[in-house]
């Protein structure tokens, strides 16, 4: 029962951490924000989070057990990250089980929606999930389909990894070669 508070340096604890901080990493990838229009604030960054969290999970879900494992571990780190951003946010305690449910919910509703575009390659079905969750009602035009492209692309190449390479260090493509394909297209 107390063996999580005395053994804190587990293996899978730290595969865990640096794959779950491989995802956050390249949410913070400036170009998502300045080159695919992604709005530089806090719903924004969440919903890059998001969004690779889905991308690595939905790829380590046909994957053996140790990397579906590693894949439930950083979920199950996000979840613990998020409640810890919401109570340092100043969420009271009586508060944090309704926001983390939101939280949840906002996770499987985002990953129930971009499936069906992921699933089939379906850039324009992917663009206006995106459309609805990331950008709101502000989409400027060509936005949500460009990062569509770059989501689309990011499956692709975690989908040519092994699943040893993804737990270990998950690799995306670069985002602002996206922008770049919008704009002259």
């Known amino acids: ?10 293996p899978s604890e730290r595969i865990a951490s640096a ?6 990493a ?20 969440f919903e890059m989070i998001v969004l690779h969290l889905v991308l690595v999970s939905r790829r380590l879900k046909t994957a053996g057990e140790p990397a579906r494992k ?16 919401l109570r340092e946010l100043g969420v009271g305690d009586l508060k944090v089980p309704r926001k983390m449910r939101e939280v949840g919910e906002a ?22 999930a995106f459309g609805r969750t990331v950008f709101g009602d502000a989409v400027p035009p060509g936005t949500a ?11 692709g190449e975690l989908n040519r990894q092994d699943e040893g390479s993804i737990v270990a260090r998950p690799s995306f493509p670069d ?7 919008e704009k002259t297209a």
Do not use: K, T
């Open 1 to 10: 029962m107390f063996g999580r508070f005395f053994n804190r340096d587990r």
């Open 19 to 24: 794959l779950y901080g491989a995802i956050v």
């Open 145 to 155: 389909l460009a990062l569509a492209r770059y989501a689309l692309a990011a499956a």
């Open 107 to 128: 996770y499987f509703g985002r990953a129930a929606a971009y499936e069906p575009g992921l699933a089939v390659g379906d850039g324009e079905a992917l663009a206006a």
């Open 175 to 181: 985002a602002a070669r996206f922008a770049l394909e």
């Open 70 to 85: 590693a894949g439930q571990d950083a979920f199950d780190l996000f979840c613990n990250e998020m409640d810890n951003s």
């Open 26 to 45: 390249q949410a913070r990838q400036p170009a998502l924000y300045s080159e695919l229009g992604v709005p530089d604030n806090v719903s924004g960054r």
